[in-house]
């Protein structure tokens, strides 16, 4: 069983258009994020999301949108889509407590977002 | 905004040890210096993770310094497998959870 899977794996579209990806993950973690690598591999956090608790990284254009309908699942929904958004996108979870045992982060495999 | 810096890259012969060095000079107390590789094609992998003293596992060993501004990634003996990007990262306390900053990651080639 995958334990953090998203869709589409790849992912073509206009400027201008909106597109989902979805995230899944069964491993009963609390906490969900979303991670954008760029293409020099630098992969910066946009979004975490804990108990209907959203953290957002503010550098993040508001045209980007995480939704929650349960523990569960993270989607991102991306409006107007811009020629910069083209980048791989990462749904990571983790088990939402501080301490020495806890802390790791399970990613999915990725979604190459181009946008032409 | 990374709060790590690492090489870009780094080269090792296949069956020696490599050493990843990473500098956090930011760190805070409560920050824990984790580690993550990234094979081609794929989503990032936890490596080893660690707050004040040295680490072991199976996949390599951690070693923080004292003042902890600084971290080594070993691997012991470096196979073709282990060629990926070799991230550093900083999990920090926010609210009650916690939030990762990654860095720019190091690309190591193991030269067969």
């Known amino acids: 069983d995958t334990a953090v899977s998203q869709t589409p794996k790849y992912l073509v579209t206009q400027m201008g258009n909106d597109k989902s990806i979805k995230c899944e993950q069964n491993l009963g973690h609390d906490t969900m994020y979303w991670y954008k690598q760029d293409s020099k591999k630098f992969l910066k956090i946009m979004f975490s999301y804990n108990n209907k608790e959203l953290i957002i990284n503010e550098t993040v254009p508001n045209r980007f949108s995480p939704k929650s309908p349960d523990k569960a699942h993270l989607n991102l929904h991306i409006n107007s889509l811009e020629l910069g958004d083209s980048a791989v996108y990462f749904c990571?979870?983790?088990?939402?407590?501080?301490?020495?045992?806890?802390?790791?982060?399970?990613f999915g495999e990725g979604s190459r977002l181009t946008v032409l | 905004d990374a709060k790590t810096t690492q090489p870009n890259s780094m080269e090792s012969n296949e069956e020696e040890p490599v050493h990843l060095p990473c500098n956090h000079s930011?760190?805070?107390?409560?920050?824990?210096i984790h580690w993550y590789r990234q094979l081609p094609s794929q989503g990032p992998e936890y490596v080893i993770h660690?707050?004040?003293s040295n680490v072991n596992n199976r996949m390599a060993s951690l070693a923080i310094a004292e003042d902890r501004k600084s971290s080594t990634l070993i691997l012991h003996r470096a196979t073709l497998r282990d060629a990926a990007v070799y991230y550093c990262?900083?999990?920090?306390?926010?609210?009650?959870?916690?939030?990762?900053?990654f860095g720019t990651g190091t690309s190591l080639t193991v030269i067969p």
């Open positions: 990571a979870s983790s088990q939402d407590r501080w301490g020495p045992n806890t802390g790791e982060l399970f």
């Open positions: 990262i900083l999990r920090a306390l926010i609210g009650t959870g916690n939030q990762f900053y």
């Open positions: 660690g707050l004040t």
């Open positions: 930011t760190i805070s107390g409560t920050d824990y």
